[in-house]
């Protein structure tokens, strides 16, 4: 069927969001102004299953451009207003990618007297970054701030933030806080299209403003709360699953009679910005509005005659300079022809398209990316252009998108001349600020990081994977084998993996059990280590666990900032492989989005150290060798017994449930994988997902069951970080002075095959051979899993009186196929180096 000759897509009398109100029983209350403002729609997200679709914002509706462009200009002229002229010229206007490039620009027009600027998730080579933030409910999250002079955000002026909606106002809330503890000024004013911030969101402002000692103003169109009944989210994946019949992958237009597609040449004025992505000056703007004029009218001569409804279509984050030709077309067709011009933009976001008046996404066109996005391809949508009876459409974009996919058979101007007579193109200058003298190098483009379901299975906010996926490639050998070539030189422990062990039903009981025991103990070494980074570090950290026992740790930290500080904390997993340092490619990507200093590296747990003091060797090379400074290689663990940090919930050698499994309770990753042929220069280290091992996946339990108890641990927290701020926590190395005697009493002579504490023990029984096993005497219902995991191995279990540890884990030293057997199990003889009176063991 062609689709232009569907129903015809407009503003109907039916309101736009009776569709959704109906089948799920959401309500607008508030304004009498929302509904012609907002319709809703449905989207695959577990967060929220409605989205509140803007009829003014030139998104997803097509509108009037006048009508856009009117809504922002109009809020901006009331911030002018209020500020004054004199605070208005020394303040700064700051939009949101994606969706609110265009009003923020517009905003700015409004007051003015200001500067522009727009965040982006386009990086720019040779543009040093100014700030950064994540959105951790959009779908797509990282934002970067990238001002072409760099003092445009270290002045104290008035900084007005503009975004098309103000909900929970976590987002802006947080740019704020972060931008605060950079660039401190006395006054901010969110502007927004709609507030529509529940109840108990309303008082988060005052109590904020207050917080930082700054006044917050809030200016929108109208204001409301959306009602939600019970079970809304499950209703609302039951709607999405019954409708959804189409993938989100780009597919080839349909058949049938193609428009033509023809190109105009703006003459878009040199110098001046495509948009706000560097930052967009009054100066800018004369010069703008002055050739605006002039490129309308080369846009109307390529027009089609009798052409009577006109789409200009945008571009994703270039929203700004379509609407301003799009406004001025609407001028000069009106004198012209009367035609009518409408306005729109692609977006990256998938949403569910329903073809009812009483919807407000009634068609959806799905096309790959055509901008070379950093990270990486994908589709992306145009929402109620098939069916909206447009006789031309105007297809404006960046010269960085004017690529061969655009043009493809299945790109988007294949699309669009499928449903329209005539397709022209526009294509406006890519600017790109003038690369200084003394500007730094940039490294490759790197690619974002891989997120949840479809890399581990944490949810995609709680964790994002600096690493690429592996999962395809056979890494696993068996144990004896890997520790073979480990002990002799031939291999490094990172460039295979370990058969994953699958615990018996035995063993699980046993860590259900050690969970249900452990899990306040936990949960106030969680908020201890927390609070200390919040107080001490960054009150807006970045959190970088190391990939993988650190990252159950990072996800418990996260959440626990955001149930008792309401923070929506930044969190990353990295690459760190003893003897060959952390992965630089994940250091330079942490410095292009985020404040090194920001930065707070989270691991599990201390035993000797070694990672300690390799974290802080390999940051010293890092910089040594050009890379960017800041970072701080102090790590913070959840339980550090061997006396190697000053950032730590406990000092207590206890058991931590996440360390009995491996992948199972680690999002389903596996250790990473650092490997020549596998790992390029310009690529992060490498990791498996055990998408397969989802039924044994306990990494969610483990969150929650430490999650739920969090309350009852708060006033126990509250005490122990009093203690620990005004403690001596200075390191005393006495763990690495511990593993030193042990590996001479027993003859080892090397510390790498002596792994203390609990966590370590574990790790050796697991993925090495073991040796024998040394028990504090008295240790208890913390070492019942080590005994149980020696058991089956067969590995001797020696109580000793004096150990700083709860257990020490020794690595069978000289290993070879003869010291073991071939199952791995330890043998008496076989070359005589499996004694179990903790004699010296011979050379072999």
């Known amino acids: 069927m062609n689709v232009r000759n569907m129903t015809y897509v407009t503003q109907d009398a039916v309101w736009s969001g009776s569709w959704v ?24 997200n577990p967060k929220r299953a409605h989205l509140l679709v803007s009829n ?9 451009p006048s009508v856009v462009y009117g809504a922002g200009h109009g809020l901006g002229v009331r911030v002018r207003n209020l500020l004054g002229d004199d605070e208005a010229r020394r303040a700064v206007i700051l939009g949101y990618a994606e969706t609110a490039t265009g009003l923020g620009h517009a905003v700015a027009d409004g007051v003015g007297l200001a500067p522009y600027l727009h965040s982006t998730r386009r990086p720019v080579e040779g543009v040093e970054r100014a700030g950064g933030f994540e959105e951790s409910h959009s779908h797509a999250t990282s934002h970067l701030l990238l001002p072409e002079d760099p003092r445009l955000l270290a002045g104290d002026g008035p900084l007005v933030l503009v975004d098309d909606e103000f909900s929970t106002g976590n987002t802006v809330l947080n740019t704020v806080r972060a931008l605060h503890e950079r660039f401190p000024r006395e006054r901010y004013v969110i502007v927004a299209l709609v507030d529509m911030r529940s109840p108990e969101d309303q008082g988060r402002l005052a109590a904020f403003a207050r917080e930082i000692g700054a006044r917050v103003d809030l200016i929108a169109l109208a204001s409301g709360t959306v009602r939600l009944p019970d079970g809304v989210l499950e209703k609302g994946r039951r709607l999405v699953a019954e409708h959804e019949t189409d993938p989100a992958d780009p597919a080839p237009p349909p058949r049938g009679e193609r428009g033509t597609v023809a190109r105009v040449e703006l003459g878009w004025p040199a110098g001046v910005p495509d948009g706000g992505r560097h930052g967009f000056t009054p100066a800018h703007r004369e010069r703008l509005r002055g050739a605006l004029p002039g490129m309308a009218e080369r846009i109307a001569q390529a027009l089609p005659d009798g052409a009577r409804r006109v789409l200009v279509l945008g571009f994703e984050e270039l929203m700004y300079a379509p609407l301003a030709l799009g406004v001025e077309l609407e001028r000069e067709l009106a004198e012209r022809t009367g035609a009518e011009v409408r306005y729109s933009t692609t977006t990256r976001s998938p949403v569910l398209a329903v073809d009812d008046p009483g919807y407000a996404i009634r068609t959806r066109l799905v096309f790959p990316a055509h901008d070379a996005p950093a990270d990486g391809a994908g589709p992306r949508f145009a929402y109620n252009v098939a069916g909206g009876g447009f006789d031309a459409i105007v297809m404006v974009v960046d010269s960085v998108a004017d690529t061969p996919q655009l043009h493809a058979p299945e790109g ?11 397709v022209v193109l526009a294509v406006v200058p890519s600017y790109i600020p003038p690369r200084g003298a003394h500007a730094p190098e940039r490294s490759p483009m790197l690619p974002e990081p891989l997120r949840g379901p479809a890399f581990s299975s944490y949810a995609p906010e709680d964790v994002g994977w600096l690493l690429q996926d592996l999962s395809d ?20 422990y990172a460039e295979s993996l370990p058969v994953e062990y699958q615990p018996s039903e035995r063993y699980q009981q046993l860590f259900l059990a050690a969970l249900d025991t452990s899990a306040a103990r936990i949960a106030q070494a969680v908020g201890t280590v927390t609070e200390i980074v919040l107080a001490e570090r960054s009150p807006r950290p970045v959190l970088v666990s190391l990939a993988r026992a650190g990252t159950p740790v990072g996800v418990l930290m996260r959440r626990w900032a955001a149930h008792r500080h309401g923070l929506d904390l930044p969190h990353y997993a990295v690459s760190i492989v003893r003897g060959r340092g952390i992965d630089a490619n994940a250091l330079r990507w942490l410095a292009a989005h985020h404040d090194p200093a920001d930065v707070v590296f989270v691991d599990g747990w201390t035993g000797k150290g070694a990672i300690t003091r390799e974290l802080a060797d390999a940051v010293r090379e890092f910089e040594a060798g050009g890379g960017p400074a800041g970072f701080s290689p102090e790590i913070a663990v959840l339980a550090d017994p061997g006396s190697c940090v000053r950032t730590y919930g406990t000092r207590e050698d206890f058991l931590i ?17 650092l490997r020549s042929d596998l790992v390029g220069a310009d690529d992060f280290h490498g990791a498996k997902f055990y998408r397969e091992l989802a039924d044994a996946d306990v990494s969610g339990h483990f969150v929650d069951a430490v999650v739920a108890r969090f309350d009852e641990v708060a006033e126990a927290v509250e005490s122990q970080v009093k203690e ?11 763990g690495w002075a511990a593993v030193e005697r042990i590996s001479e009493e027993y003859g080892i002579h090397d510390v790498n095959l002596v792994k203390p504490g609990v966590g370590e023990t574990t790790r050796v029984l697991l993925r090495r051979v073991p040796w024998k096993i040394l028990a504090r005497a008295g240790a208890g219902a913390d070492l019942d899993h080590v005994r149980l995991l020696a058991e089956q191995r067969d590995v001797p279990v020696e109580e000793v009186g004096e150990l700083p540890y709860s257990c020490v884990g020794l690595i069978h030293p000289r290993y070879t196929r003869g010291a073991t057997g071939a199952d791995g199990k330890a043998v008496a003889g076989g070359g005589g180096a499996g004694a179990a009176d903790g004699g010296a063991v011979a050379s072999q």
């Open 21 to 44: 109100a109906e089948r799920l029983g959401v309500g607008l209350d508030g304004d009498e102004a929302l509904p012609g403002l907002l319709g809703l729609a449905l989207r695959r």
């Open 412 to 422: 988007l101007l294949a699309q669009l001349s499928a449903h329209a007579g005539h």
């Open 724 to 734: 620990a701020l005004a403690a001596d926590r200075a390191p005393t190395w006495e």
């Open 473 to 492: 490639v056979t890494l696993e050998a068996p144990t004896e084998e890997r520790e073979e070539a480990i002990q002799s030189g031939g291999a490094h």
């Open 56 to 64: 003014v914002l030139g998104k997803h509706v097509p509108q009037r």
């Open 657 to 673: 449930p996440s360390a009995c499994l491996n992948s199972t309770v680690s999002g389903l990753i596996s250790r990473t994988v």
